[in-house]
């Protein structure tokens, strides 16, 4: 089975990957604090801070793999929908 992790980087690749990562996890913690607000704000500023942080980090992703095959019925119908609009987006750079 091929890895689709990125080859190791290192120079200034590797610090931003680390930035973005540190910053996944500030807007995920902003969104945590930010939960008990009036409104819906909490929520997607999480899921905002988590997808920055599963483009950037292997480990997220391998954690998210893992909970997808422990728990498919729970992570289906979040991840589907967003592997579904992450394919239309593939084809669409493809076809233009």
Not at 12 to 38: C, F
Not at 72 to 78: C, D, E, V
Not at 88 to 96: D, H, I, N, S, V
């Amino acid at each position: 089975m091929r890895s689709r992790d990125p080859a190791p980087v290192s120079g200034l690749p590797r610090l931003r990957r680390m930035a973005l990562v540190a910053m996944g996890w500030t807007i995920i913690v902003a969104g945590v604090l930010a939960m008990p607000l009036p409104g819906p704000f909490g929520l997607p500023i999480a899921f905002a801070g988590a997808l920055l942080l599963l483009r950037n980090s292997p480990d997220a992703r391998k954690t998210l793999i893992r909970w997808k095959r422990k728990a498919p019925a729970r992570l289906s119908p979040i991840v589907g929908r967003f592997e579904a609009w992450r394919t239309r987006r593939r084809l669409k750079r493809r076809a233009g």
